[in-house]
């Protein structure tokens, strides 16, 4: 088992900043790619952005290119989110998830085997 728990989600005005992070517990954490998912209500969770194993490769949806950096620190067990020129459009609630893929990280939530609990991230207009 591998226990996720995210925090630094908030309130944010439009093109601000913020910073998530994911401490993870539990099993060895360079073993999983780790992913940052978002959901807002009545729609499917989406892929935000990935990075492996290593930290060497990484993947962007293209919503968020440019504007979003994915970092993972392996000795202290978390994954980064470093969120800029942040949009009302970003408002959801975010999600961190470690999954099974070797290589390029998965985009896609069923490669996921273990999420956190979530934190909002509302950005105002």
């Known amino acids: 088992q591998v226990q996720l728990v995210e925090s630094g989600g908030g309130l944010v005005q439009a093109e601000g900043s913020l910073r998530l992070s994911c401490a993870a517990s539990?099993?060895?954490?360079?073993?999983?790619?780790m992913g940052w998912f978002r959901q807002t209500p009545g729609k499917e969770r989406d892929i935000v952005t990935a990075?492996?194993?290593?930290?060497?490769?990484?993947y962007y949806a293209d919503s968020v290119k440019g504007r979003f950096t994915i970092s993972r620190d392996n000795a202290k067990n978390t994954v980064y989110l470093q969120m800029n020129s942040m949009k009302p459009e970003d408002t959801a609630v975010y999600y961190c998830?470690?999954?099974?893929?070797?290589?390029?990280?998965?985009?896609?939530?069923?490669?996921?085997?273990?999420w956190g609990q979530g934190t909002q991230v509302t950005v105002s207009s």
């Open positions: 998830a470690a999954g099974r893929s070797v290589g390029v990280p998965s985009r896609y939530s069923f490669m996921y085997d273990y």
């Open positions: 539990g099993r060895t954490f360079s073993n999983y790619a």
């Open positions: 990075i492996s194993r290593s930290g060497d490769s990484t």
